[in-house]
């Protein structure tokens, strides 16, 4: 993937019209690899996300014993033993987080040494908390920085029927620890401590996961779930199209005044982004302040989107957008003011976006920095539907999660300037 390549958008004259059905989502499919991976026997996963977080994680497994087939493009077939071997090599998860602290914690139930670690930029993202709490299960792990390269030194079993976790950073780390708790050898109680927790129906999508491969999981308060020791059966499993993918699609059409069929309607959705189409729905009435504590994979579009409204827009409850991929605050307030130099500015871990509806149409030349981020790559996208002269530095990186983003936009009638 070449880092220095460009995209500029050309915007569009008429509305976005036709069919975009967004790729499985990527929050499920590392679930359900994962589940599959710990589950014995052979599960067959469809309707799966194939992009670099879900190849992390395929060929992580696959490091650990665990036989993937991909009969086509949206299926994994996957064999597990019902036990994951030591690795021979270090895990090298490039900046997937959920493959990254999913892995960490399943490393628990390795009888070895598993060593989980990631490019430049995963090598920031925090994963201490994740840490404390498997050493306080008597589990020999170490991230010496606060951040991958974490060393797990296993023995297949742990001593705990409780374990306490702040997801305020991260639930991740929550659901790292529920899906395995599953493969203790008695029930355990899965604590939230802290104030905090990010959108907690990525918890509620574990839960169902697990659930699916066989497991027991219960809310027995709203801060504790009881995991039995069930171990994991091998299910065939249906995934669904990425919600935090749709919302780029939802925000065409409104922009653009267009009607983009995504092949699922957005009830049908059980991942915490689909509360963003509601949202979406407003525009250009978007509310002055939208707390995006529970769609936080949506912010960026939405921030996006802000440019283009009615009234301004402060964005609340985004703190953690600081240690995703890159700094998302930054980004956004970057891109924007880029773009125009009051457009928009942060305030403490607020993100304030000046509207101006009059910007679409207006030649306005910036080349925005991506920071390698996905996200930002395809929520400037959108302001290139409207804006002449937004080019996208690095576009490569919606691999991520979205590798037919380009193509998708260009089926639906968009144009790119250069490819160069
Ligand atoms: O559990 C998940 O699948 C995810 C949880 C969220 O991350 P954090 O829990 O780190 O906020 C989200 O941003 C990420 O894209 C996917
Ligand atoms: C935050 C994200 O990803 P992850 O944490 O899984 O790397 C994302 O996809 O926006």
């Not at 027991?216 to 993918?245: L, Q």
């Not at 130099?341 to 679409?360: H, M, W, Y």
Request: proline share 6%.
């Amino acid at each position: 993937m070449s880092k220095d390549k460009k995209l500029s958008i050309i915007p569009v004259k008429a509305p976005l019209v036709g069919r975009a059905v967004p790729p499985g989502s990527k929050s499920i499919t590392n679930r359900a690899l994962l589940l599959a991976g710990l589950a014995k026997g052979t599960s067959r996963l469809t309707g799966a996300l194939k992009s670099d977080d879900t190849r992390y994680m395929a060929d992580a497994l696959r490091a650990m014993g665990v036989s993937i087939d991909e009969p086509n493009d949206t299926s994994f077939v996957v064999t597990g033993s019902g036990k994951l071997l030591p690795p021979k090599a270090p895990l090298f998860l490039g900046n997937a987080g959920t493959a990254t602290r999913f892995l960490t914690a399943a490393a628990a139930l390795v009888d070895g040494t598993v060593v989980i670690d990631g490019d430049q930029h995963m090598r920031k993202r925090p994963i201490g908390p994740l840490v404390d709490a498997l050493r306080s299960l008597g589990i020999d792990a170490t991230a010496e920085t606060g951040c991958p390269p974490v060393v797990v030194n296993g023995t297949g079993r742990f001593e705990a029927s409780r374990i306490g976790i702040d997801g305020g950073l991260s639930s991740q780390y929550v659901s790292a620890l529920l899906m395995m708790a599953a493969g203790g050898d008695r029930p355990v109680d899965i604590e939230l401590l802290g104030e905090d927790i990010g959108a907690l129906g990525y918890i509620d999508l574990t839960a169902a996961a697990m659930r699916a491969f066989g497991a027991s999981v219960e809310k027995t308060s709203p801060v504790v779930w009881r995991v039995e020791p069930t171990g994991y059966s091998a299910a065939d499993f249906v995934i669904e199209p990425d919600a935090s993918a749709a919302t780029y699609l939802w925000a065409a059409e409104v922009l653009t005044s267009g009607s983009i069929d995504l092949g699922v309607p957005n009830g049908a959705f059980t991942q915490p982004d689909a509360k963003a189409y509601d949202m979406i729905a407003k525009f250009p009435h978007l509310p002055a302040e939208i707390d995006g504590s529970q769609m936080q994979d949506a912010v960026p579009t939405l921030a996006v989107l802000a440019a283009f409204n009615g009234t301004p827009v402060r964005f609340v409850g985004i703190a953690n957008l600081r240690v995703k991929e890159c700094d998302r605050i930054r980004a956004l307030s970057t891109g924007l003011t880029q773009i125009r130099s009051d457009l928009a500015r942060e305030e403490g871990d607020d993100l304030i976006v000046q509207s101006d509806p009059s910007l679409a149409g207006k030649h306005l030349p910036a080349e925005i920095d991506t920071f390698a981020d996905h996200r930002i790559a395809m929520s400037f996208a959108l302001a290139g539907l409207k804006i002449d002269g937004i080019t996208i530095l690095n576009p490569d990186c919606v691999g991520k999660t979205f590798p037919a983003y380009w193509r998708t936009l260009a089926g639906l009638g968009v144009r790119y300037a250069n490819e160069g």
